[in-house]
């Protein structure tokens, strides 16, 4: 877990992580320009979780390129189930990228449910 965008985007770079929570106010900068790095190179999910709930923040996030947006409070059951979402959606946007057909091993590889999932959370230190 990181606690600052600099610590996220240095342990983003070091892990590759399969998927991104992210908390918009960190203390070091805003969460929204942690978005607009890793964007420039990588299409990992970014799941955003937040307190802001002004629908402008909302639409910013979304299109710098955040694939969801949570607004707090939350259910651990939401989350999770976003969190899935991001990950099916992203699994099968790569598999359809890189399969010549359906029905292949190669298919049934990716679609798989069965992957263990490398998880990046950002989020300001509770006091």
Same mark, same amino acid.
């Given at each position: 877990?990181?606690?600052?965008?600099? $610590?996220?985007?240095?342990?983003?770079?070091?892990?590759?992580?399969?998927?991104?929570?992210? *908390?918009?106010?960190?203390?070091?900068?805003d969460?929204?320009?942690f &978005?607009?790095?890793?964007?420039?190179?990588? $299409?990992?999910?970014?799941?955003?979780?937040?307190?802001?709930? *002004?629908?402008m923040?909302?639409i910013?996030?979304? *299109?710098?390129?955040?694939?969801?947006? &949570?607004t707090?409070?939350? !259910?651990?059951?939401?989350?999770?189930?976003?969190?899935?979402?991001?990950?099916?959606?992203?699994?099968?946007?790569?598999?359809?990228?890189? $399969?010549?057909?359906?029905?292949? !091993?190669?298919?049934?590889?990716?679609? !798989?449910? $069965?992957?263990?999932?490398?998880?990046?959370?950002?989020?300001?230190?509770?006091?």
């Amino acid at each position: 877990m990181a606690h600052t965008c600099t $610590m996220g985007l240095t342990l983003f770079a070091s892990h590759n992580p399969d998927l991104v929570i992210l *908390d918009l106010g960190l203390p070091d900068r805003d969460g929204l320009e942690f &978005i607009r790095t890793v964007r420039q190179k990588y $299409m990992t999910p970014i799941v955003v979780l937040s307190a802001r709930t *002004d629908e402008m923040d909302k639409i910013e996030a979304l *299109d710098l390129g955040a694939n969801d947006y &949570i607004t707090k409070p939350f !259910s651990t059951g939401e989350l999770l189930a976003r969190v899935r979402a991001a990950l099916r959606l992203n699994r099968y946007s790569a598999c359809a990228a890189a $399969m010549p057909r359906q029905g292949s !091993s190669a298919h049934r590889e990716c679609a !798989s449910t $069965m992957t263990a999932v490398r998880c990046l959370w950002t989020s300001r230190r509770s006091s």
